[in-house]
């Protein structure tokens, strides 16, 4: 837990977004790293102990809730006016979700370091031609530049689950979000990840724009996120050239 709170660039009164701090082990943590906490927990009995252990302290605000419903933007915005950093110990079966929460409020957000299932975690710091690229993998760096940091085995856990973990950083961009119609076309592509693209993409474009891009030898999981963009407007502008 240490060692996740010292992989942010927390100074006193930086403020933190704690996502799911269950019995406050991380929290303790960012708190004596000097931060200005607000943690999000669905658990109302681990919601209590944690209200009853940091009573008193200014630095400690909890939001009883789901974090999938809790309105992040809203909830950075009336904390702090300089972007917040983000840390979270993060249920396995809705990662990917809360990650997609997270990236909603991108702008708000300098950096995030979550601790996530391995395997997750191989597929979000995933690249073209690895076995764990996927959409999350396309996804985590359309909107930032993520990093593996260190493993953790399952003997840290009590009790021990049946699979290991991982610390990931997520260092968030700048600019503009991605266009929601270059996401749509990045689903398709990742649909069926050992078929080509023209396979997967057949029902947004015409057998000829396909055939233009040559869409039959290629699979998604070969290409970059560049070379992905590069090839959607590419489809775009034939599908423009073919109505026109």
Not at 25 to 37: F, K
Not at 45 to 55: F, N, P, Q, V, W
Not at 170 to 179: N, Q, W
Request: proline share 6%.
């Amino acid at each position: 837990m240490r060692r996740i709170a010292s992989a942010l660039p927390i100074e006193p009164g930086r403020f933190v977004l704690e996502i799911g701090p269950g019995q406050g082990a991380l929290t303790e943590h960012l708190l004596a790293a000097g931060a200005r906490l607000t943690a999000i927990e669905l658990d109302s009995g681990l919601a209590a102990s944690l209200r009853e252990t940091h009573k008193g302290n200014p630095n400690f605000e909890l939001i009883e809730g789901d974090v999938l419903d809790a309105g992040l933007s809203g909830i950075i915005a009336a904390r702090s006016a300089a972007p917040a950093l983000v840390a979270g110990n993060l249920p396995y079966y809705i990662t990917s979700p809360i990650l997609r929460r997270v990236f909603d409020v991108r702008p708000l957000v300098s950096e995030a370091v979550f601790l996530v299932q391995k395997e997750v975690a191989l597929r979000i710091v995933a690249q073209a031609g690895a076995p764990d690229y996927g959409y999350l993998s396309v996804l985590c760096r359309l909107h930032s530049e993520p990093k593996l940091l260190f493993s953790v085995g399952a003997g840290a856990f009590r009790p021990p689950p049946r699979v290991n973990s991982a610390v990931v950083r997520l260092t968030m961009r700048t600019g503009d979000a991605p266009d929601p119609r270059f996401l749509a076309f990045l689903q398709c592509c990742f649909r069926q990840r050992r078929k080509t693209l023209r396979n997967n993409l057949s029902g947004m474009y015409s057998d000829e724009a396909l055939a233009a891009v040559d869409a039959n030898r290629l699979r998604a999981e070969q290409l970059g996120v560049e070379e992905l963009r590069a090839l959607w407007l590419r489809l775009e502008n034939a599908g423009l050239e073919a109505r026109s």
